[in-house]
């Protein structure tokens, strides 16, 4: 079996650049490639200083200060690093299409069809290609499809990676993760492609925790991973909204239910709705696929994780609203997080952007303060949703450096990402210097309530 010394990555984003940074780390003798069309996104990854590399996940500028220049490179030579490469990840974008049939619905696999092409073009050895990015069942197919029809006398084996881990604990996941899936086919040569990836995990990963499917299967199973979690999520955020009726408290409910064994503890918290580049998608794909296959039943049933989503990120927005005497017109509403979650850079999907979006329609000025997001993204955010102007998001929306300036003078606090700095703070000084009453709408449950109750703040939380 060929041992592999050679690994192109293409896509330099929130997986490919993790991933193939702990690859790198943890085998030393492989030399990784990450090659990316975005040359602003490779120069950050080559920036001298380890913490301007674009992608803020904890521990990882370690990691690349560890392998960069020893075993690790970014690069935009994208022919280069294919065609010395033994085994190609694909590692791009694969978001909704936003144009013709299944357009909202199915993931847009045009980015992938160019790799597949631009791989077949320029090699001329034979090569493993590893699917990392999140696919529709039997894409594996079109990409052979491409491969094999060059002409060349190249031979290539197709494998299916999904990456499971989760932005914010990236590092931690990629050094630890509760299995790695691999898809291949099932002849000979099939067989020993998967045991030349198993080979490099198993550098640093048991091989028990090491799981090989066949091709679709593993497809699958990512998408199906990705409605499972949103799913919990779309679960207990659909149950916080009876508990404001009913006096229930929906963190005495997660932990009341989270103890049973076949439940669990995780992904049980209430909140303003998930986001992120991957789980919306993912279902909307699952759904899409489901259609495609008239299986209308299980599509409808997937597509309610979504709708119960979307109806949380609105029933939040509008709650601030009438909870403000019913309108926000002129009034100053802080933002604590723009991130999807904590520990990330990334904004993809992040319900502070739909909330945002509603309190703009309802002529709010909006004073957001994120640990790590830069302010150009979230212009960017809003712009892309094309709402309203461009002029009128940037009137509409502030962004701070400081938090204590983000909450100067503003009517309420909305708190959208759960940044553990937040807990710190020094809430009586920030009282101080807002309007009065000074409301405080926490979408993370992660404040505490009493103590702010008792500096004078009226606190609303989810389902509690
Ligand atoms: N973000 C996550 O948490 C996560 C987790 C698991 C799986 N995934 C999946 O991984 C894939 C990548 O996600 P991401 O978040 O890293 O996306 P991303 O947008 O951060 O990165 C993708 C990168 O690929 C580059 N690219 C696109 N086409 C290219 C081409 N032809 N040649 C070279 N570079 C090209 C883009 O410039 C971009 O930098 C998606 O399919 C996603 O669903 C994401």
Known sequence: MRKITNICCI??????GPTMAVVAKQCPDIKVTIVDLNEARI???????????????????????EARGRNLFFSTDVDQA??????????????????????????????????????????????IIVEKSTLPVRTAEAVRDILHNTGSGVKFQVLSNPEFLAEGTAVEDLLSPDRVLIGGDDSEEGQEAIA??????????????????????SELSKLVANAFLAQRISSINAISELCEKTEANINEVSRAIGTDSRIGPKFLKASVGFGGSCFQKDILNLVYISRSFGLQEVA???????????????????????????????KKIAFLGWAFKKDTNDTRESAAIYVADELLNEQAFIQVYDPKVQTEQIYHDLEYLETRSVESNRNGVSVYQ???????????????????????YDWQKIYAKMLKPAKIFDGRNVLDHKALREIG????????
């Open 11 to 16: 896509g330099a984003g929130y997986v490919g």
């Open 43 to 65: 120069a950050a990854w080559n920036d001298p200083d380890v913490n301007n590399i674009p992608v803020y996940e904890p521990g990882l500028s370690e990691v690349v200060a």
């Open 82 to 127: 294919i065609a010395e490469a033994e085994m190609v990840f694909i590692s791009v974008n694969t978001p909704t299409k936003t144009y013709g049939s299944g357009k909202g619905m199915g993931a847009d696999l045009k980015w992938i069809e160019l790799c597949a092409r631009q791989i077949a073009r320029v090699s001329t050895s034979d090569k």
């Open 196 to 217: 030349a990836l198993v080979d490099v995990y198993a550098n640093w990963i048991p091989r028990e925790r090491i799981l090989t499917t066949n091709v679709w299967s």
């Open 300 to 330: 409808d049933y997937w597509e309610q994780v979504i709708i119960m989503n979307n109806h949380q990120r609105k029933r939040f927005a509008l709650n601030i609203v009438k909870s403000l005497y019913n309108t926000v017109s002129g």
């Open 402 to 424: 400081d938090p204590y300036e983000a909450c100067d003078g503003a009517h309420a606090i909305a708190v959208l990402t759960e940044w553990d700095e937040f807990k710190n």
């Open 457 to 464: 703040f009226q606190v609303n939380g989810i389902g509690v």
